[in-house]
């Protein structure tokens, strides 16, 4: 079956617009994580939504991140008023278990996101 | 938080070598999974072994949870198989906590 989708695959966008990011879970998959990969700070963990309930959004870096998932399916990541150390790669993971139960996540190709 | 140590952090290998490369952990854990970032970017998954042993082809891999280690053992490399393996662990809402990784080059 298909795995995970996202895109763009690549955006560079100017210091201080806004962007948006797309993930399409594997069907079926309850659980969905986003984490970025930078060459400083290696792969860290941004957010994480189990079904519709709230999401935890302790790996947030700033307020200026924000996410939503839509039907307990897609995501969207935002980042509003990018900053030059947003550059990184965006990517997006999906379970069949929820995380307490440390379910296989399998992770789509990523954003490329380049401030300039 | 939990750490996540991986070695060595870089290794070169003469096609048709073996090779193992470790992942130890400063806590329990109920995920561990091994993947394989290709030069495209692409995390591969490997293995899921929060704890025993799995075989895939010339790939296997072992964790020793009481212990908090999991080996990951390459034989008989190819060219293919280089590219940063990572080993990952599950914190306490499932999000998975990476290693620095290890460089793999495998030469012709």
């Known amino acids: 079956g298909a795995g995970v989708s996202q895109s763009p695959s690549n955006k560079v966008t100017e210091k201080g617009k806004d962007v948006e990011l797309r993930c399409d879970p594997i069907?079926?998959?309850?659980?969905l994580y986003w984490y970025r990969q930078s060459l400083g700070q290696g792969l860290e963990f941004l957010i994480y939504?189990?079904?519709?309930?709230?999401?935890?959004k302790s790996g947030l870096p700033s307020d200026r991140f924000s996410a939503e998932r839509t039907g307990g399916s897609v995501s969207t990541l935002t980042i509003q008023r990018t900053q030059q150390e947003d550059s990184a790669v965006y990517l997006c993971?999906?379970?069949?278990?929820?995380?307490?139960?440390?379910?296989?996540?399998?992770f789509g190709p990523g954003t490329r996101l380049t401030v300039t | 938080g939990i750490q996540v140590e991986q070695s060595p952090p870089d290794l070169i290998l003469q096609e048709g070598a073996n090779s193992t490369l470790r992942c130890n952990f400063s806590?329990?854990?109920?995920?561990l999974q091994w993947f394989h970032q290709n030069p495209w970017g692409q995390l591969i998954n490997l293995f899921y072994?929060?704890?025993g042993t799995k075989q895939n082809g010339r790939l296997s891999a072992t964790t020793v949870a009481t212990e908090r280690y999991s080996l990951l053992y390459i034989s008989s490399s190819q060219t293919t198989d280089s590219g940063v393996y990572f080993c990952?662990?599950?914190?306490?809402?499932?999000?998975?906590?990476f290693g620095k990784g290890t460089k793999l080059s495998v030469k012709p």
């Open positions: 993971a999906s379970s069949l278990v929820s995380g307490g139960a440390g379910g296989e996540q399998y």
């Open positions: 069907s079926g998959h309850t659980a």
């Open positions: 939504f189990q079904g519709n309930s709230a999401p935890d």
């Open positions: 806590d329990s854990v109920n995920n």
């Open positions: 072994i929060p704890s």
């Open positions: 990952a662990v599950g914190g306490s809402q499932g999000n998975l906590i």
